[in-house]
């Protein structure tokens, strides 16, 4: 949700997916990709985000800190990136999602906008359940 730089968002893009191979997930077993090559991601959260209403958002813990955090400047593209993480739980039809406890109310975000599409257009996403770990 912040500018960052061509070249920086590159590199990081190349050292997440080095540090997802060092911590032994196996490409053989398992699909990695760039989830900015597959528009249907942002296709599906604009989408969802048409369902959401303003206030709803805005009542999330993690905007007000971080708007908090950019003198009360907070972007568009931060209030509304839980509507994107949704729509990367729902898009695969995704039934657990592991998350931590500062993500849970994001979990929910995505509990309640697939409840209002299937009441709306039908049963069409499974209700995602959070997978807590125990530490």
Not at 43 to 66: D, F, S, T, V
Request: net charge neutral.
């Amino acid at each position: 949700t912040m500018p960052t730089e061509p070249a920086v968002l590159r590199q990081n893009i190349l050292d997440t997916t080095a540090a997802i191979l060092a911590c032994g997930i196996d490409p053989q077993k398992c699909f990695l990709f760039r989830q900015s090559l597959v528009p249907e991601h942002a296709e599906l959260a604009w989408i969802l985000g048409c369902l959401i209403n303003m206030p709803r958002l805005l009542r999330l813990p993690q905007w007000k800190m971080k708007r908090a955090s950019q003198n009360n400047e907070g972007t568009v593209g931060l209030l509304t990136y839980p509507v994107l993480q949704a729509a990367d739980i729902l898009l695969y039809k995704s039934t657990h999602v592991p998350v931590g406890e500062d993500q849970v109310l994001h979990l929910e975000l995505a509990q309640d906008i697939a409840q209002h599409f299937n009441k709306k257009y039908g049963e069409f996403f499974p209700m995602p359940k959070a997978i807590l770990s125990e530490l």
